[in-house]
Structures are given as structure tokens and as C-alpha cells.
């Protein structure tokens, strides 16, 4: 019986542990989770529990090394955890059985010499070097369909902090586009819902107070996984709302693009985000703005919205193989001599 141990040390990243406890379930593999379940603010594994029918095998991270004898192969889902991780992950023979989930480029540590990219842009000469495998973090066991005729208003959903450098400019989301449409459509039939972690909803509707004043834009901050995907049944589309140029094109991915294919519901998004991630035929595209179409948005089919519901399930269908085979393979790969001498020389 091969033995994974996947590991999240943080309170962050969990919603991305569905990729790899689906492949190993798949496989009949033994599976535990090491994470601190009383630190848990996402419930993403009490969902996880839910959606795979299955009590999963989840234990302190404090009780990964007196277990290491029995693990075949460790997966930490989140490289940004480096300082936390035990030292025998940095200094010993456990390299080439030893996986790390990179989220940005930048907090990739040499001795990570297998490793997954969540996203096509996320690369660095020293990443490049390394055995990698690219696994956007989807899962295909989620099978339910969101959206009704039934509801006639459209609802936009935006997952997600909206971040801000330190003189408040935000540099991963595009409000203004927001904005726009609400001043070019004051009386459409539709609504904005936010969902994110609460500081992160006080902070952003303080700045930008047509957030909290607007009649049409709701925010939902803190919710409880269950509880957010429970209110997504209501969403037609989901919105990444990503700043044009900005990180989400050149250095990580944005959280509702895995989250959009997870769930079903298709996304509104401009040509150059698709592309990155081969998205055309799922998604809604505009060139600049979203405004340049939301009176086709507004109008669309249920024909047409259903066909994309389609497209968006064929291609997470064709993701999670290519994601099965990538894990597998990279598990199986044996390091170089040279990167068995790099990886040793830095440890002298």
C-alpha cells in the first residue's frame, strides 16, 4: 500500500488539497492529511469529507515526524510554509520522495527539487530547473449544477481578497470595471455578491464605499465553506475580476478560476486570462471591460449558458487526467546525479 501524507501547516491553501485527495482516493492509496483541525477559519476538510463520502485520516501537524517512517511520499501544499516545515525535509534523503505546491514563483527554496505549479505563469530560472509539474487544482466529483432559470436575477460572484500595496493601490482586482457597469447599467437585473474572509471585507468596503452603499453589490465575508457554496447555487457566473496585467497574469493564480471549474458555474473573464489557461470555450469573454457585453450577458440563452456549463465540465473532466498522470509521474521520477550533488553541496 503506497502511503501519501499531505500537509498543510498553515491556516491557508486548503481549498487546493481536493486535487490531490481526490487522484489518491482514486488510486485506493492511503491518505493522511496532516493539519491543525482546531485552527481550521475555511472548513474546507469538514466539506471534503462531505463531497468524497469518505472520514478522512487527518492528524496534528506536530505528528508528522513520528510517523515519517510510514509515509511513501509528502506533499506540502503550500511552499509559502518554508520556515515551518521540520528541518529533516531540507537536510535528508527524503528530497526525492518529497513534493511542494508553489503558489508564486518567489517562495521557492533550493532544496525543493519536486515540485507542482498551480498556474502556467508561475516560473523562475531556479524553479525551471527543478522536476516540475504543472496540476491546476480542480476535482471532478463535485457534480452538481448551480444555476436555475428559475432565478431571474444574475448574480456576479467575486471569491477572494482584493489586495493593495502599501499606499492602498490595489493590484490584483479591477473595481473600476465594477464601477463602470453600475453607472452604464443602474437598473439591470443583476447583483454582485462578495465573498471573502471579514477583515478583508471591512478593509476593502471602507476604502471603496460604493461597496457597501451600492443596492446591488452584497457581501458575504467569513462564510463557513458549506455555507459559501450554498449561496453560489444562486450564482450564474463568477467574476476573477483580475486587473489587466496585473499578478494574475504573471506571477500566480487567482483563487476563482479552480473555484469556478470545481463548482460549475461558468466565469466572465477577458481574452488574455482565458488563453493562459485555455478557458475560450468555457467562459464569457471581453476584451477590456465586462461592460463591453453585458447586454449579451443579460439577454443570454439558457441554450447558451448550459453549453457552457458543458464545456466547462468536459474540460475539467480532461484537467484531471492530465492532473493524475502529472502526480504520478513526478512521484515516480528519480533525481539526477547532478541534482543529488546540488541538493547535497547545499546541506555541506
Known amino acids: 500500500m503506497v502511503h501519501f501524507a499531505l500537509i498543510q501547516i498553515s491556516r491557508k491553501h486548503t481549498e487546493i488539497l481536493g486535487t490531490f485527495i481526490e487522484i489518491i482516493l482514486k488510486n485506493k492509496w492511503d ?11 475555511y472548513t474546507f476538510v469538514k466539506f471534503y469529507n462531505q463531497l468524497f463520502e469518505k472520514d478522512l485520516n487527518v492528524k496534528p501537524t506536530n505528528q508528522l515526524i513520528e510517523n515519517i517512517e510510514e509515509i511513501d511520499y509528502f506533499i506540502f501544499a503550500s511552499s509559502t510554509d518554508e520556515s515551518k516545515m521540520p528541518e529533516i525535509f531540507k537536510k535528508s534523503e527524503l528530497a526525492y520522495k518529497t513534493i511542494y505546491v508553489q503558489h508564486q514563483a518567489p517562495h521557492f527554496c533550493p532544496f525543493m ?13 531556479q524553479l525551471d530547473k527543478t522536476q516540475t509539474a504543472y496540476m491546476l487544482p480542480i476535482y471532478k466529483t463535485y457534480k452538481k ?14 471569491i477572494g481578497g482584493i489586495r493593495a500595496n502599501q499606499y492602498g493601490k490595489i493590484f ?31 478593509w476593502i468596503s471602507r476604502k471603496y464605499k460604493f461597496l457597501r452603499e451600492n443596492p446591488k453589490i452584497f457581501g458575504f465575508p467569513g462564510l463557513e465553506t458549506d455555507l459559501m457554496i450554498k449561496s453560489l447555487r444562486r450564482a450564474k457566473f463568477i467574476l476573477p475580476l483580475a486587473k489587466k496585467g496585473g499578478w494574475f497574469y504573471w506571477q500566480r493564480l487567482t483563487g476563482s478560476i479552480p473555484l469556478a471549474i470545481n463548482f460549475n458555474i461558468p466565469m ?6 482565458a488563453q493562459i489557461y485555455g478557458l475560450e470555450n468555457t467562459s464569457v469573454i471581453y476584451e477590456n471591460s465586462m461592460s463591453e457585453i453585458m447586454d449579451n450577458i443579460l439577454d443570454m440563452k439558457d ?4 453549453k457552457l456549463v458543458e464545456s466547462n465540465v468536459k474540460y475539467k473532466i480532461d484537467v484531471c487526467k492530465n492532473n493524475e498522470k502529472n502526480l504520478i509521474n513526478l512521484c515516480l521520477k ?8 546540488d541538493f547535497n553541496n547545499l546541506n555541506l
Do not use: C
Not at 31 to 41: F, G, H, P, S, V
Open 31 to 41: 491518505l493522511t492529511i496532516y493539519y491543525n483541525l482546531e485552527q481550521d477559519e
Open 113 to 125: 527539487l519536486k515540485n507542482i505549479i498551480v498556474s502556467p505563469v508561475i516560473h523562475s530560472e
Open 145 to 158: 449544477l448551480h444555476w436555475s432559470p428559475l432565478n431571474k436575477t444574475t448574480i456576479f460572484a467575486v
Open 172 to 202: 490584483d482586482r479591477n473595481l473600476d470595471m465594477i464601477q463602470e457597469i453600475l453607472q452604464k447599467y443602474p437598473k439591470g437585473n443583476y447583483e454582485f455578491w462578495f465573498f471573502m474572509r471579514k477583515w478583508d471585507w471591512v
Open 268 to 273: 466572465v473573464m477577458d481574452r488574455e486570462l
Open 303 to 306: 441554450e447558451e449558458y448550459y
Open 334 to 341: 528519480q533525481l539526477t546525479n547532478a541534482e543529488k550533488n
